[in-house]
C-alpha cells in the first residue's frame, strides 16, 4: 500500500515538473517557433514557387550536352565586362542560373547580375540586376529561417537553441499528452478533434491532437535541423550514427598560386574539370559549379552535381585547383559516394532532404509542409489555453450559473456538469 502511494507520488511530481516545463519553455521559445516554422513552409516550396512564378524559364531537355562553364561566362562578360562569372547553377528542365559579380565583390550581399540561359544555347531568358545588400524573396525567407533577420551572429545561436528547446517541448508535450488511464473518453480526447465544440475546447483539442500526429515529423525536422547550427550536436550524432568516427572538417582548400599563368587558364581549367566530372556522372540531373575569381590566384574551383532532380542526398561534390587541375582529396560526407558510404554518412548526406521532406518526393515536401504548419500554429494554442486558464473569467450558462472549468475544457462530450446557482455579481467576479 506504502509502495503504491510512494510511487504515485513520484509520477504526480514528475508531472508538475514536466508540465511547468513545457509551459514555460513554450511560452520563452513560442515567438523563436512561430517564425521558423512559417518561413520553413514556405522555403519547402521555393523551386516549385519559383518555377511557377517564372514559367519562362522552364527549358525542354535535349539529349544533348549543356555549354561548358567558359561558354556560359563568355555569355555573361559580353552583356557585363565589368562583371566576371561567380557560379552556375542548374536543374533539368529549367534554365541554367549564371550569377555575375564585380571581380573580389561578396557573391551574396555585392550585388551583380542573373542571368537565365538557355543550357544548349545561352540565349538570355531572364536578366535581374541586384543592388548591394540586395535578396530576393526566398533568400530573405531563409534568412528569417536561420536567423531571424537579426545580425547573424546574434539571430543564429537564438535559432539554434530555440530548436534544441522545441525538441524538449515535443518530449514534455507527449508526457502531458499521455493519459493517465485509457479509456473511450481519453481515447476520443487525444486523438480526436471536436469540431463543434466551444473555442476553448477546440484550442486544446488543435493543440493536443495535432500536436500528437505530427510529433514524428516535427521531431525530425527538428532533429536535422540543428545539424546545421549546433557543433557538439552535429558531431556527436555523427560520431553515434557512424560507430565513432570522427566527422570530417570541411576546411578551405587554395590553388596553388606560384603555378598560376603556368598549365592552365582559369577558363581552360573549369571546362577540363567540367569534363572530368560530367564523365563521371554522364546522366546527373543538376549541377552547381564555382568560377575562380580572377581577383584571388588562390581561389578553388568547386563543383557538385546532382545525380537525381529535386533530391540533394546522392550528390558528390569536388574540388579543383584552377591552375594545375589537381583534384584536391576531401573527407568531409558531402564529398563522400552516397553508394559506397556507410550508414552514418548516408544518414548525414540525407539530412537536408529530411530537413525539407524532399527525401519522399513531393508528398515527402506536402508532408513537411503540413508538419511546419501545425508546429507554426503549437505556439498560438498553447499560449491561448494558457491564456485563458489565467486570466478568463469562469463561463456563465444562460441563467447566470457558473460552469465548472474543468467540465468545459476537458470534460467529455457526455459528461454534464453539475450546475450550482450563485449570485450573478459573484459569477462574474470569479476567475478560471
Excluded at 243 to 249: F, L, N, Q, R, Y
Excluded at 293 to 309: E, F, G, L
Aim: charged share 20%; net charge positive; hydrophobic share 40%.
Amino acid at each position: 500500500m506504502r509502495s503504491d502511494k510512494t510511487k504515485k507520488t513520484k509520477d504526480s511530481t514528475f508531472r508538475r515538473v514536466n508540465n511547468w516545463l513545457h509551459l514555460w519553455l513554450g511560452l520563452i521559445s513560442g515567438i523563436i517557433v512561430l517564425i521558423v516554422c512559417i518561413t520553413g513552409c514556405i522555403w519547402v516550396f521555393n523551386e516549385e514557387i519559383t518555377a511557377l512564378m517564372e514559367p519562362e524559364t522552364k527549358v525542354a531537355y535535349q539529349d544533348k550536352p549543356v555549354l561548358q562553364p567558359s561558354q556560359l561566362a563568355a555569355v555573361g562578360h559580353k552583356l557585363f565586362p565589368d562583371m566576371v562569372a561567380g557560379y552556375a547553377q542548374y536543374q533539368q528542365g529549367r534554365a541554367v542560373t549564371l550569377s555575375l559579380k564585380k571581380p573580389g565583390a561578396n557573391q551574396r550581399r555585392g550585388g551583380g547580375v542573373t542571368l537565365k540561359l538557355n543550357p544548349y544555347t545561352g540565349k538570355v531568358i531572364k536578366t535581374e540586376i541586384r543592388k548591394k545588400g540586395d535578396v530576393d524573396f526566398f533568400r530573405f525567407i531563409l534568412n528569417g529561417h536561420r536567423f531571424l533577420w537579426l545580425p547573424y551572429n546574434i539571430g543564429r545561436p537564438i535559432v539554434n537553441y530555440g530548436t534544441l528547446i522545441f525538441v524538449i517541448l515535443l518530449i514534455t508535450g507527449l508526457v502531458w499528452w499521455y493519459p493517465k488511464k485509457w479509456n473511450k473518453s481519453t481515447r476520443d480526447k487525444s486523438f480526436k478533434v471536436k469540431w463543434n465544440a466551444s473555442f476553448k475546447r477546440l484550442n486544446i483539442d488543435l493543440h493536443n491532437v495535432f500536436g500528437f500526429y505530427s510529433l514524428l515529423f516535427l521531431a525530425a525536422i527538428a532533429l536535422t535541423g540543428m545539424v546545421y547550427g549546433i557543433k557538439w550536436y552535429s558531431d556527436g550524432l555523427y560520431w553515434v550514427t557512424t560507430g565513432g568516427e570522427k566527422a570530417g572538417e570541411f576546411r578551405r582548400i587554395q590553388s596553388d598560386s606560384l603555378m598560376a599563368g603556368k598549365l592552365y587558364t582559369p577558363e581552360k581549367a573549369i571546362d577540363l574539370a567540367w569534363n572530368k566530372v560530367i564523365s563521371r556522372h554522364p546522366r546527373s540531373m543538376g549541377f552547381y559549379y564555382s568560377y575562380p575569381d580572377s581577383s584571388d590566384a588562390k581561389a578553388v574551383i568547386y563543383m557538385t552535381v546532382y545525380p537525381t532532380k529535386g533530391q540533394f542526398y546522392n550528390s558528390q561534390a569536388y574540388t579543383f585547383d584552377q591552375h594545375t587541375l589537381k583534384e584536391f582529396p576531401r573527407t568531409d560526407a558531402y564529398a563522400m559516394d552516397y553508394q559506397k558510404a556507410g550508414f552514418g554518412v548516408k544518414l548525414r548526406k540525407m539530412n537536408y532532404d529530411i530537413h525539407v521532406g524532399s527525401i519522399l518526393g513531393f508528398p515527402g515536401k506536402v508532408l513537411a509542409f503540413l508538419a511546419s504548419l501545425i508546429g507554426a500554429s503549437l505556439p498560438v494554442t498553447g499560449f491561448l489555453i494558457w491564456y485563458n486558464r489565467k486570466f478568463k473569467k469562469k463561463g456563465k450558462n444562460k441563467e447566470g450559473n457558473v460552469v465548472s472549468r474543468r467540465a468545459d475544457v476537458r470534460g467529455p462530450a457526455k459528461f454534464r456538469p453539475t450546475v450550482k446557482r450563485v449570485p450573478q455579481l459573484a459569477a462574474e467576479s470569479t476567475e478560471l
